[in-house]
């Protein structure tokens, strides 16, 4: 709880009755790599912040597994569409890592953004990672596959060093193959 309590104090004042009310609802999960937080089918009516390793979404309808989001320290993630939806969203979700999570019941935060502003502006802050996120891993996945290792390299820079090859591949949708070569590249592109 200790570390919710240091991540929560980068968002709230000490005294904002908000923080408290995070950190009484809030339950502290640890789990070990390659556990699954849900599946594809199921729907998990909690907002996790990640105090501690990766998570991340597979989309599992496609000829191969393809990581849709990755969740890493100081991001969150939910068990279901978004923060507003009890609905599943169709994802594979997974540690891919130890993971310690923070996770408060949906009903809950939403209450809490409802009657607290600093709760509707830390949720809107997390929002905006997520949204970043997503546009940088846009701007990866347009270039030729060949290209997108580089692109990751450029652009979210500790995912390489967090993700194994395998999960490397999932992320940037490519053969191992292919990213075998990208690697190569971009290490000899950098002499």
């Known amino acids: 709880m200790d570390r919710f309590i240091k991540h929560l104090d980068l968002h709230f004042k000490t005294d904002d009755p908000c923080r408290q009310q995070l950190l009484e609802h809030s339950k502290i999960i640890r789990s070990g790599r390659g556990q699954i937080y849900c599946r594809e089918d199921e729907s998990r009516p909690y907002w996790c912040y990640v105090l501690e390793g990766v998570v991340a979404a597979y989309e599992m309808n496609l000829k191969k597994p393809y990581i849709h989001w990755i969740a890493t320290e100081g991001h969150y993630f939910t068990g279901t ?4 939806s009890f609905n599943s969203q169709a994802l594979h979700i997974q540690f891919l890592t130890k993971v310690t999570i923070a996770c408060i019941p949906l009903s809950i935060l939403q209450q ?3 009657n607290y502003h600093s709760a509707h502006h830390f949720v809107s802050i997390m929002r905006q990672k997520k949204s970043d996120f997503f546009n940088k891993k846009g701007l990866i996945m347009v270039h030729d596959a060949i290209d997108r290792y580089e692109k990751l390299e450029l652009l979210m820079p500790s995912l390489c060093y967090r993700l194994t090859n395998k ?5 940037l949708y490519i053969d191992p193959k292919t990213l075998y070569k990208s690697k190569k590249r971009a290490l000899y592109d950098k002499k």
Do not use: A, C, T, V
């Not at 569409?81 to 507003?84: L, M, P, Q, S, V």
């Open 167 to 171: 999960q490397l591949s999932e992320f």
């Open 81 to 84: 569409k978004h923060e507003y």
């Open 112 to 114: 809490l953004q409802q």
